[in-house]
């Protein structure tokens, strides 16, 4: 092979690095160091009255995680098709063991529907599908988890710097150690998995006695998600979805793109679909198709409101259908719907 000139391998290397992530250069224990890191450190002292000292040392202290930032570029929500992603959750171990944490906290999940107006089975399905029911919470130091993304990921680092900020925030007004905590790839942490603003926002002490903990404390967790569900405004004794026995093109007007319903259950009916007859025409529906067992075929379902608000959880229609089969699971005994 003929020798590149000068010139080119310079071209080349320029184009080379160019497409590296913006922030890839930062070595381990070097935030504090980098223009973005200085920038947070300001943001901190400035508008939250830290100490740059304090600041400056955690940021020092996080290490950036290549395997966090394989993680987020391929999630299950987007690399798995329907039954594939539904066979991780929609499991008889996972029943069995969603039954037992209901009629543990049978008072708990209770008292959270006479509040918020969510089923235990909705709140407890969420538990279930996040962290097998507290079982796994994640193995990432949340710092390494939000720095990671924060510094070194720019396709989000926006919004992961401010999870950082929030995590500080939320650290500093709970008493915890920002060093110590661990929790998802992407810094969601305890029962329910919540991000930090998230747990500023929506945790409660659901169980009276002071601390609004969802790190070690299924109570408060129970509460917490729950009051997440209703603040999204999950409607109580509205359904969720239902199969149709039935099936729509692809390219149908019927199947729309967004995740909000934008039609209404009447639309549907003067379409010819075998709606169920207790639904208002009013309501607003989405049509969803999924891919059935047989791979030549498809799951046809009608969802709802209240499918819509499980999705404002985890933005994908994959997983709230999945968490509405482990609720109707968990009422039932049955993995099937």
Same mark, same amino acid.
């Given at each position: 092979?003929?020798?590149?000139?000068?010139?080119?391998?310079?071209?080349?290397?320029?184009?080379?690095?160019?497409?590296?992530?913006?922030?890839?250069?930062?070595?381990?224990?070097?935030? +504090? @160091?980098?223009?973005?890191?200085?920038?947070?450190?300001?943001?901190?002292?400035?508008?939250?009255?830290?100490?740059?000292?304090?600041?400056?040392?955690?940021?020092?202290?996080?290490?950036?995680?290549?395997?966090?930032?394989?993680?987020?570029?391929?999630?299950?929500?987007k690399t798995l098709d329907?039954?594939?992603?539904?066979?991780?959750?929609?499991?008889?171990?996972?029943?069995?063991?969603?039954?037992?944490f209901m009629a543990a906290?049978?008072?708990?999940?209770?008292?959270?529907?006479?509040?918020?107006?969510?089923?235990?089975?909705?709140?407890?399905?969420?538990?279930?599908?996040?962290?097998?029911?507290?079982?796994?919470?994640?193995?990432?130091?949340?710092? /390494?988890?939000?720095?990671?993304?924060?510094? /070194?990921?720019? +396709?989000?680092?926006?919004?992961?710097?401010?999870?950082?900020?929030?995590?500080?925030?939320?650290?500093?007004?709970?008493?915890?150690?920002?060093?110590?905590?661990?929790?998802?790839?992407?810094?969601?942490?305890?029962?329910? @998995?919540f991000i930090s603003s998230?747990?500023?926002?929506?945790?409660?002490?659901?169980?009276? %006695?002071?601390?609004?903990?969802?790190?070690?404390? +299924?109570?408060?967790?129970?509460?917490?998600?729950?009051?997440?569900?209703?603040?999204?405004?999950?409607?109580?004794?509205?359904?969720?979805?239902?199969?149709?026995?039935?099936?729509?093109?692809?390219?149908?007007?019927?199947?729309?793109?967004?995740?909000?319903?934008?039609?209404?259950? $009447? %639309?549907?009916? @003067?379409?010819?679909?075998?709606?169920?007859?207790?639904?208002? +025409?009013?309501?607003? $529906?989405?049509?969803?198709?999924?891919? $059935?067992?047989?791979?030549?075929?498809?799951?046809?379902?009608?969802?709802?409101?209240?499918?819509?608000?499980?999705?404002?959880?985890?933005?994908?229609?994959?997983?709230?259908?999945?968490?509405?089969?482990?609720?109707?699971?968990?009422?039932?005994?049955?993995?099937?719907?």
């Amino acid at each position: 092979m003929r020798s590149l000139p000068v010139v080119h391998l310079l071209k080349a290397l320029v184009l080379m690095l160019c497409g590296l992530p913006m922030a890839a250069t930062a070595a381990a224990g070097q935030y +504090p @160091q980098t223009p973005q890191g200085q920038a947070f450190i300001r943001t901190m002292v400035e508008n939250f009255g830290f100490e740059a000292s304090r600041v400056e040392s955690l940021l020092g202290d996080a290490r950036r995680n290549e395997t966090i930032l394989e993680s987020i570029s391929r999630p299950a929500e987007k690399t798995l098709d329907w039954q594939s992603y539904r066979k991780i959750f929609i499991r008889p171990e996972r029943i069995a063991q969603g039954q037992e944490f209901m009629a543990a906290h049978a008072d708990a999940l209770a008292r959270a529907e006479q509040d918020y107006g969510v089923p235990p089975e909705i709140v407890t399905a969420i538990i279930g599908v996040e962290t097998w029911y507290g079982r796994y919470m994640g193995k990432y130091r949340v710092l /390494d988890a939000l720095a990671t993304l924060a510094f /070194d990921y720019p +396709p989000r680092s926006r919004f992961f710097r401010s999870e950082l900020e929030q995590y500080l925030l939320m650290t500093r007004e709970q008493g915890l150690d920002p060093l110590a905590l661990k929790g998802s790839y992407a810094g969601a942490m305890g029962y329910g @998995q919540f991000i930090s603003s998230s747990y500023r926002h929506y945790a409660v002490d659901f169980d009276g %006695d002071g601390l609004a903990d969802i790190l070690a404390n +299924p109570v408060d967790a129970i509460g917490s998600v729950a009051n997440y569900f209703s603040a999204h405004r999950w409607q109580p004794g509205e359904p969720v979805a239902d199969p149709l026995d039935a099936d729509l093109v692809a390219g149908s007007r019927l199947l729309t793109r967004g995740l909000k319903p934008s039609l209404q259950v $009447a %639309d549907f009916r @003067q379409a010819g679909l075998p709606v169920p007859e207790s639904l208002s +025409p009013e309501l607003p $529906a989405r049509a969803l198709r999924l891919q $059935a067992e047989d791979e030549n075929e498809h799951e046809l379902w009608l969802t709802y409101r209240n499918f819509y608000v499980i999705t404002r959880y985890n933005h994908s229609h994959l997983y709230a259908m999945a968490v509405y089969q482990l609720a109707e699971a968990l009422k039932s005994g049955d993995d099937g719907v």
